[in-house]
């Protein structure tokens, strides 16, 4: 199965922005749902943002909802997560990820991750 490709990870100081990129491979879209997740290790993975098979709707973690923006280009090839104010607890692998609706996230084709580091 062809992985999601993540790029646009760095180091940033709190209060800076960073714009996640990633490239999906082809994916049926009037039943595939698109999203980020992020992970810190030893801890769960988190749900940051999920958008739905149309696009129409798009949904945030309440961590990062109001500081991140998540959108698609009309090719639906890339995936965008635009992250602002970031704070040192955003520090995580993110990852993005294509799956089925019904089950999402259960079910999800993850990425490899790109790393975002945020300094105090």
């Known amino acids: 199965q062809v992985q999601p490709v993540e790029s646009g990870g760095g180091s940033v100081q709190a209060g800076g922005s960073l714009r996640l990129s990633c490239a999906v491979p082809?994916?049926?879209?009037?039943?595939?749902?698109l999203g980020w997740s992020r992970q810190v290790p030893g801890q769960q993975r988190e749900g940051v943002a999920t958008?739905?098979?149309?696009?129409?709707?798009?949904s945030y973690s309440s961590s990062v909802k109001g500081r991140f923006t998540a959108s698609k280009d009309n090719a639906g090839k890339t995936l965008y997560l635009q992250m602002n104010s970031l704070q040192p607890e955003d520090t995580a692998m993110y990852y993005c990820g294509t799956g089925p609706c019904r089950s999402w996230p259960m079910g999800a084709n993850w990425g490899q991750g790109t790393q975002v580091t945020v300094s105090s």
């Open positions: 958008i739905d098979s149309d696009g129409s709707t798009i």
């Open positions: 082809a994916y049926p879209a009037s039943t595939t749902c």
